[in-house]
């Protein structure tokens, strides 16, 4: 057996004391961490944050030789248990690694858990020990069976990958509960203002639930007993990780819900939409799962090209449940697709690489973004959602079913397993009556344009486009500061500040002789001339740029607005009704 000992006592060091026991070591025993984490696709290098590593075997020095960046190799005499430690700097507030102050705890098993190499199929026991006074543990991890001098916070995995996909979370939290189709599901939130209004999350969030158990299951059960929602509430900040049975989540303690207020705020709708989308992945990635995921290797990369359908497909669905659980309407969902749409189009990288490839490059593009990112590369989450939403609205305008049909197809037919693209194009032409290979070449393999605006036509649905902003009409992303002024974060291909030769990083002084505080009073410093000279700081040197009138008038921003046609026939409309109803 494996075991750990956790020790969260050092608290203003942000540093957590690792034991970790093996019975019956090999004579020759590797330990390694893990790089990455499932779920997040990024060598993370976790082992930077080790530090004081020592190992005694029946009280004698055992040395660690160190291999690589996360390997080491133990030479054990005889049977007795190998008994290594380690420190562990935590102070990550994401929901990847791991975190510890004097008011919470954090921490995912691939940052403190070395791996016993040759033992990971065996019981891995983790304890818990030295908390705060008041502090309190949530974790799905299964409790260790009850004995006699049982250390409190003790809990047993079948083996390691079960041990690091319960993550820990540690100290005074709210904590909140209710059932979903008769299983138990807790919230607990930390860093909350006083006036978060708990019971209101609690509600919404089991009405998602409900909603996604339907999707998969009709009036059947989910493939976990209990389910944990762990959400760390920051002043900034937005994110999830999945998990088998539990989910972390990073958001604005501003997006929370108020007991001051009913509204549904778009923060709050944000937050709505990352527990939709967490809790999705339950089903779709943790269970249903590429292939070359079936099993992990924690030392490096592990490649897919179907992050589109497992994150992408599950971006569409995220807010396609905040809609089917009564939470907003259909205008409100309307808005959140046109800002999927706008996004999509303002990134010149679509026309450069395929969603297909965007999923194999994740570890070295999208979680590695840089100011040329939206030149070169595109988002399998958001062109991925979109495949989906064409992909549904082309079932059912051709009166075949729906995608829906399509996801719980593949749930059935393998068992919630492991699946490959041909597994998707057989569940596609099993709903369909058809070979959407085609579709599936140009829209994930290819880089043409996605058909969305005919195919939401089919059902009532309108694409309107949007007035430019001036950076759009620039061809810019700038961030504005009252105190660092204009800079300039992006400049996209083609656009007319490259042709001006604006780069990144560059802070906006002043438009034909006028000083900028905000970049749209440009618009009203631009003389009548053929250009506008502005000035630029970069490098501590101050650059004249000359920008052609033409430049400042109206353009396509790519940016749309949707709505429903009032002159749509009885068919759109009733095709509308059926794709958006709450069900």
Excluded at 322 to 347: C, E, F, P
Excluded at 417 to 437: K, N
Aim: net charge negative.
């Amino acid at each position: 057996m494996i075991r750990y000992r956790v020790d969260a006592s050092d608290v203003r060091s942000h540093t957590f004391a690792v034991e970790l026991t093996v019975d019956a070591p090999a004579a020759e025993q590797r330990l390694s961490l893990p790089a990455w984490i499932p779920g997040s696709y990024l060598v993370r290098e976790f082992a930077r944050h080790l530090s004081a590593l020592t190992a005694d075997q029946g009280g004698r020095a055992v040395p660690l030789q160190q291999l690589d960046k996360a390997t080491w190799l133990a030479r054990c005499d005889g049977t007795a248990p190998l008994v290594v430690r380690c420190r562990v700097y935590a102070f990550d507030t994401s929901v990847r690694a791991a975190f510890l102050d004097a008011d919470r705890g954090f921490f995912n098993g691939t940052g403190l858990c070395l791996r016993a190499l040759g033992r990971e199929r065996e019981p891995h026991g983790l304890t818990l020990i030295g908390l705060p006074p008041g502090w309190d543990v949530a974790t799905t991890l299964p409790p260790a069976p009850a004995a006699p001098g049982a250390m409190p916070h003790a809990f047993l995995a079948a083996d390691y990958d079960e041990l690091v996909d319960h993550p820990v979370e540690l100290g005074r939290f709210w904590r909140g509960a209710f059932t979903a189709a008769g299983v138990p599901h807790e919230f607990v939130v930390a860093g909350a203002w006083p006036d978060f209004d708990g019971d209101r999350l609690l509600a919404d969030t089991k009405r998602i639930c409900e909603s996604e158990i339907a999707f998969w299951h009709g009036t059947g059960t989910p493939p976990f007993a209990r389910y944990l929602f762990m959400l760390n509430a920051l002043e900034d900040g937005h994110g999830g990780l999945e998990h088998r049975a539990s989910t972390a989540l990073v958001s604005p303690r501003r997006d929370l819900p108020s007991r001051q207020g009913k509204d549904t705020s778009d923060g709050y709708v944000n937050v709505l939409g990352l527990i939709a989308h967490e809790y999705f992945h339950a089903w779709n990635v943790k269970r249903l799962k590429p292939c070359e995921f079936a099993a992990l290797d924690y030392g490096r990369e592990n490649y897919t090209r179907l992050l589109w359908f497992f994150e992408g497909f599950t971006s569409y669905y995220d807010d396609v449940f905040v809609l089917r659980s009564g939470l907003i309407d259909s205008g409100r969902y309307l808005k959140l697709l046109a800002k999927a749409m706008s996004t999509l189009r303002a990134s010149p990288g679509r026309a450069l690489q395929s969603v297909a490839a965007s999923s194999f490059d994740a570890w070295v593009k999208y979680y590695r973004s840089d100011e040329n990112t939206p030149n070169a590369t595109v988002s399998y989450y958001v062109k991925g959602s979109l495949v989906a939403l064409a992909l549904d609205l082309t079932l059912r305008s051709e009166g075949k079913g729906s995608l829906d049909d399509v996801m719980r197809r593949l749930w059935a037919q393998h068992d919630g397993g492991p699946i490959d693209e041909a597994d998707i194009a057989a569940a596609l032409e099993a709903i369909g009556g058809r070979s959407y290979a085609s579709e599936l070449a140009a829209w994930v393999h290819g880089t043409a344009e996605l058909p969305i605006e005919p195919l939401l036509a089919k059902v009532g649905v309108v694409v309107e486009a949007v007035p430019a902003t001036l950076a759009q009409r620039l061809g810019l992303r700038v961030a504005e500061s009252a105190l660092t002024g204009v800079k300039v974060t992006h400049v996209l291909r083609g656009g007319a500040g490259e042709a001006a030769g604006f780069a990144a990083g560059d802070e906006l002084l002043a438009a034909g002789g006028w000083r900028l505080r905000r970049l749209d009073d440009a618009l009203r410093c631009a003389g009548a001339g053929a250009s506008t000279e502005w000035l630029v700081g970069r490098d501590q040197r101050v650059v004249t740029l000359a920008v052609a009138a033409a430049s400042l008038g109206g353009a396509d921003s790519g940016a749309v607005q949707l709505k429903v046609a009032e002159a749509a026939d009885a068919e759109a409309r009733r095709r509308f009704e059926a794709w958006t109803a709450a069900r």
